[in-house]
């Protein structure tokens, strides 16, 4: 073992006596609440109202938990549709008795395709003098941070692991009840995904690019969705068997093409196209 891999058997929650609060839970809560407060000067050098904002950030919490789960069931359980059903929603399983589960089971892409479908409802009633594509190129920002706290909630659950390694940066999953290390996949996602928030920050505030409708928006699927694609290929697959689900690509890497080439169809023809 090298001197740098460290064990990581961390405590996962803070009993409160009456409640347990679960650091995965808060990391969710930081990134929306981080959220709410980097959109709000966007919206307020836009000339958009608070209760525009306030809005955003309901419609926004509930799609993409939602999506998220969602997105998990179909995606890597979907056996939870016939064999447990109120799981899905529920922080519950009925399945042999109930017991408490926490919200387990969140997948990134159902929450990515969520957001879009949530803001399209949130444009329809909040937004209507604003185009779809206005308000996604504004709420990327926060959500490119969001998902570094995210994934900072994984590796404190000891979750979504990556493969064997020897690597100095390998890091020993005690709680998995391994004694050998492993790439920390979800802090590799992380540490990248802060560029890609700084990078869209940067063409937001610092270029024009904001005026481009849509350059943003695949900007952002452009980076974060090749991220996972390359970190994936050191990411134990999250169902067994699926390490070559298409091709040479699991499930993660699958889901992740058609988000990067819409992404750059948004970057580089959506605007030739309208003209």
């Known amino acids: 073992m090298y001197l740098l891999q460290i064990e990581w058997d961390p405590i996962k929650f803070i009993d409160l006596g009456f409640f347990k609060l679960h650091f995965y839970s808060l990391m969710w809560i930081i990134a929306f609440v981080i959220g709410f407060y980097t959109m709000k000067p966007i919206f307020k050098k836009e000339g958009e109202s608070k209760d525009a904002l306030d809005a955003l950030f309901i419609y926004s919490v509930l799609g993409i938990m939602l999506g998220a789960r969602l997105g998990h069931v179909i995606f890597y359980e979907p056996e939870l549709f016939k064999e447990d059903f ?3 929603f ?6 042999d008795g109930i017991r408490f589960t926490g919200f387990q089971g969140l997948a990134s892409h159902g929450a990515a395709i969520a957001m879009i479908i949530s803001m ?3 444009r329809k009633k909040h937004l209507l003098h604003r185009s779809w594509l206005w308000i996604l190129d504004r709420v990327v920002i926060p959500v490119a941070l969001g998902a570094v706290f995210v994934r900072i909630g994984n590796f404190i659950n ?17 709680q998995n009840g ?9 802090l ?6 802060i560029f890609v928030f700084i990078g ?11 005026k481009q409708e849509g350059f943003l928006f695949g900007l952002f699927l452009v980076l974060l969705w090749t991220i996972r694609f390359f970190v994936e290929f050191v990411k134990k697959a999250q169902v067994d068997g699926r390490d070559d689900y298409v091709w040479f690509m699991n499930t993660g890497q699958v889901l992740s093409v058609p988000l990067i080439l819409i992404g750059l169809y948004f970057m580089f023809f959506y605007k030739k196209k309208a003209e």
């Open 200 to 210: 869209l920050l940067f063409f937001y505030w610092r270029t024009n690019k904001s």
């Open 86 to 88: 109120f799981s899905i």
């Open 120 to 122: 399209y409802l949130y």
């Open 90 to 95: 529920l922080p519950f399983s009925f399945k």
């Open 158 to 174: 000891s979750e979504i692991v990556g493969f064997k390694t020897d690597s100095p940066l390998g890091v020993i999953f005690v």
């Open 188 to 193: 590799y996602e992380a540490f990248f995904y």
């Open 178 to 186: 391994e004694n050998f290390a492993r790439h920390p996949a979800q």
